[in-house]
Structure formats: structure tokens, C-alpha cells
């Protein structure tokens, strides 16, 4: 994994800040994704009520020895849902750094519902513990559209604390999903894959990698990129108005193959 995969890496903590709450990651060099349920917590409120647009945070990168704590204040959110489906788009939270600063981020990449069983994934979050990395491999799609995870060496508290954590998937060798939620007992977690964080926030379908942001004029103006930059849009926002599953399936693949040659111009 790339050194700005761990600098990426926020944590969140309670109103006081004596106990943690959460992760989350920089997506680009001015916002951190992470769950709803993740602010909601730090809030003290129900993540199934509203959270104004603009409301601050203070977010912490112990990974990152170059990064102090920033403030952060809310972009978009999806509140959570009681009884969601695989078309619903909930608990999850977009928020803009206040200020100047600039964001590691690392590479992303779509891949198609199918395209995560049997796949290996590296993860890092916050509990009461501090820090820990975890290992396991993607088990499938669920009914809510999550993808589940099977992780290796964990107990049930050692989880806790890791809503919002990216997802390292080994063989794409790039970020494909963040963690969102775990069942008590039988150590399995769920991640949201990128294709529907994708599909609530179009600005994640912008490839993320060190030699992309750093010349993003360069990146501008090859035809190229630009000419799959608008395919990309094209197709995500069809993907947005499709309800019939098998189209949704047939379009997630493109939506991937598209994201990847994005990926190979960087």
C-alpha cells in the first residue's frame, strides 16, 4: 500500500475528545469521507435525523506526522435508513476542509458487485485500543448493496471504531469501498463499495493518486482523459436513473472498465 493510503487515514472522537468514535479517509486534497452514523455519534444525535449542512468537526490524522488537526465542516450526507435496499443511498457523509490545507489521498477503483468475491483487503481503524490494521476477504453483495466482509483475527471489540475506514483491496491494489458497519458475533463487517459512494458523491468518480494531483492541468487538457471524464459522467449519471438490476450490473462494469483507464493516464 502506498505511504498516502496511511496519511489519509482521519479519526474522529467524541464531542470532549476522550473517546474515539470513528474513521474516515481524505478522498481529495480538500475532503474526508466517512459514515453518518460516524458524526451522528460524535453529535450525540440519531443518524436517522437531518445534520445541518456546514456543521464543524475536528478531525485527527495520527498517521500523518505532517497533518494537525483540521476543522472540518459538512458537505453531504446521507442520514441512515431503517429498512434500506440495494437502491437505497444512506450513511454516508462528505466533509470539506475549512481552511488551506491539502489531503493525501489514494488511488480508487470501481469494481463491478462480483468483482469483489474471494478478494483480499487490507484496512486500518480507530478503536479504544488506538490504531489497528486488519486483514480479510470479500464474501459478496448483500440485499442492502453493501459488500460483506469476512475479517481475519478480530474480536468483536477490536471493530469497534472502524465505520469509515477505506477499504484496500490487494489485487486491484487501490482503495475499492469503506467500511460501514459490523454484526455482533460472527465477525463480519460490510463495506459500501465505490460504485454506489460513486453514485452519492460524483466527485469520487475523479481518479485520486499522488501524479494525478499533482498535475491536474496536464490531466485537463489530454483528450483522452477528457473524452472518458465526460463517458464516466454519461454513464453515472444513467446509472442514477436505472432500476432494473440487471442493467445496473451491466453498467457497473462499464462504469469500472471506464474508472480503470481513467486510472491508467495517471
Given amino acids: 500500500m502506498p505511504e498516502a493510503f496511511d496519511h489519509a487515514i482521519a479519526q474522529f472522537l467524541n464531542a470532549d475528545g476522550s473517546r474515539v468514535i470513528g474513521t474516515g479517509f481524505a478522498v481529495s486534497p480538500r475532503h474526508v469521507l466517512t459514515c453518518t452514523h460516524v458524526i451522528a455519534s460524535v453529535l450525540g444525535q440519531d443518524a436517522r435525523l437531518p445534520i445541518p449542512?456546514?456543521?464543524?468537526?475536528?478531525?485527527?490524522?495520527?498517521?500523518?506526522?505532517?497533518?494537525?488537526?483540521?476543522?472540518?465542516?459538512?458537505?453531504?450526507?446521507?442520514?441512515?435508513?431503517?429498512?434500506?435496499?440495494?437502491?437505497?443511498?444512506?450513511?454516508?457523509?462528505?466533509?470539506?476542509?475549512?481552511?488551506?490545507?491539502?489531503?493525501?489521498?489514494?488511488?480508487?477503483?470501481?469494481?463491478?458487485?462480483?468483482?469483489?468475491?474471494?478478494?483480499?483487503?487490507?484496512?486500518?481503524?480507530?478503536?479504544?485500543?488506538?490504531?489497528?490494521?486488519?486483514?480479510?476477504?470479500?464474501?459478496?453483495?448483500?440485499?442492502?448493496?453493501?459488500?460483506?466482509?469476512?475479517?481475519?483475527?478480530?474480536?468483536?471489540?477490536?471493530?469497534?471504531?472502524?465505520?469509515?475506514?477505506?477499504?484496500?483491496?490487494?489485487?486491484?491494489?487501490?482503495?475499492?469501498?469503506?467500511?460501514?458497519?459490523?454484526?455482533?458475533?460472527?465477525?463480519?463487517?460490510?463495506?459500501?463499495?465505490?460504485?454506489?459512494?460513486?453514485?452519492?458523491?460524483?466527485?469520487?468518480?475523479?481518479?485520486?493518486s499522488p501524479a494525478a494531483a499533482s498535475t491536474p492541468c496536464q490531466m485537463a487538457t489530454n483528450p483522452r482523459y477528457k473524452l472518458l471524464k465526460t463517458k464516466l459522467e454519461r454513464l453515472q449519471a444513467q446509472y442514477d436513473l436505472e432500476t432494473r438490476v440487471e442493467e445496473q450490473m451491466r453498467m457497473e462494469k462499464l462504469i469500472a472498465d471506464t474508472q480503470a483507464s481513467l486510472q491508467q493516464l495517471d
Fill in 53 to 208: 449542512s456546514g456543521t464543524a468537526f475536528t478531525v485527527l490524522f495520527p498517521l500523518n506526522p505532517n497533518l494537525p488537526p483540521l476543522t472540518l465542516r459538512l458537505h453531504t450526507t446521507f442520514p441512515c435508513v431503517d429498512q434500506p435496499d440495494i437502491h437505497t443511498l444512506e450513511d454516508i457523509s462528505l466533509l470539506e476542509v475549512e481552511g488551506i490545507a491539502s489531503l493525501p489521498c489514494a488511488s480508487r477503483q470501481v469494481l463491478p458487485d462480483s468483482g469483489h468475491h474471494g478478494q483480499t483487503f487490507h484496512t486500518y481503524g480507530f478503536n479504544r485500543h488506538g490504531g489497528s490494521w486488519f486483514t480479510g476477504q470479500c464474501a459478496g453483495v448483500v440485499a442492502e448493496g453493501w459488500i460483506q466482509l469476512q475479517v481475519d483475527n478480530a474480536s468483536d471489540e477490536s471493530l469497534n471504531g472502524l465505520s469509515g475506514a477505506p477499504v484496500w483491496n490487494t489485487q486491484a491494489n487501490a482503495i475499492t469501498g469503506m467500511l460501514v458497519a459490523k454484526r455482533r458475533g460472527n465477525l463480519r463487517s460490510y463495506m459500501i463499495p465505490l460504485a454506489r459512494l460513486i453514485r452519492a458523491l460524483p466527485l469520487l468518480a475523479t481518479p485520486e
